[in-house]
């Protein structure tokens, strides 16, 4: 079975940390660029930040310089790292595959990230 199972979320206090997960299953990620999106209450989905297969990461201008996305294709999970965290990171936290040889899209079923001030 193809999925994506994200974990780590959890409740923070400002300025705490978090790591993320996002581990494959049923597919290989190495032929796919990752990337994690958040969603917060009445507002659209947002990228986050993304890695390319052969590790290029890209970040929202909200999250840089405190985020940071790494991927291990030996173990076939993706991870955020996230620090200094500030209310505003509160959302649900969705894991996202794209496979760069078609048209294959996966996404994950999201874990809740809550800040507190």
């Known amino acids: 079975q193809v999925q994506l199972v994200e974990s780590g979320g959890g409740l923070v206090q400002s300025g705490g940390s978090l790591r993320l997960s996002c581990a494959a299953a049923?597919?290989?990620?190495?032929?796919?660029?990752m990337a994690w999106y958040r969603q917060a209450p009445g507002r659209e989905r947002e990228l986050v930040a993304s890695?390319?297969?052969?590790?290029?990461?890209n970040y929202a201008d909200s999250v840089k310089g405190r985020f940071t996305i790494s991927r291990d294709n030996a173990k076939n999970t993706v991870y955020l790292q996230m620090n200094g965290l500030k209310p505003e990171d509160t959302a649900v936290y969705y894991c996202?595959?794209?496979?760069?040889?078609?048209?294959?899209?996966?996404w994950g079923q999201g874990t809740q990230v809550t800040v507190s001030s």
């Open positions: 890695i390319s297969r052969n590790s290029n990461t």
């Open positions: 049923g597919f290989r990620l190495s032929y796919y660029s």
């Open positions: 996202n595959a794209k496979f760069d040889f078609g048209q294959l899209t996966y």
